[in-house]
């Protein structure tokens, strides 16, 4: 918690600085909200039967898994080819009867972004073709106690490949 908090404040300082000096002397309740806030986005990278497989398959043709598991890379932009940033492990139910949405539990291991290093776990229902908004249950190393959401899109659909953005909103 500690480093995540300071290392943002500088952040949010630096940003002040450089975009916000002439109103720099406003309320110290106002400069408190800016120092929590970190956003970042990280792309999941999964391939079928190689990082991510069907536990149970669907219960009507023509929908999606029943459960899942997958333990995908973590890349810092949309192509699967580049700097892997961390990896997602977790677990997908299905949770509406079409078999479009699913539950996610996941845990998403952070090896280094923006100075961070932790797990933020993430808990709620995902689209398999629309954006979805996940909250943040809680988190461990940089990100002990950080609260937030997570957008979590469908990029790219390249079968057996399948790339999900998930943008950070944490505080
Ligand atoms: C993954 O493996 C299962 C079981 O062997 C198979 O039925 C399925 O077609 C495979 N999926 C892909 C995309 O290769
Ligand atoms: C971060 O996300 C929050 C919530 O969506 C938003 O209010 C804020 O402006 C964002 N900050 C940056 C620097 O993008």
Known sequence: MATFFSSSSLFALLFLLAYHAPTAACTHHHHHHKLKTLNFSLFQQETSNKTGFVILKEVEAGTAPSMAVCMDPLTLKPDPSSEVAGVLEGTYIASTLDGLRSLAIVTLRIKQVKGHEGSVSILG???NTKP????????????????????????????PSVTFKLEFNLF
Request: charged share 5%; with cysteine; proline share 10%.
């Open 125 to 127: 229902s995902v689209h």
């Open 132 to 159: 979805a908004v996940v909250p943040v249950v809680c988190g461990t190393g940089d990100f002990l106690f950080v609260q937030g959401y997570v957008t979590y899109s469908p990029v790219a659909l390249n079968p």
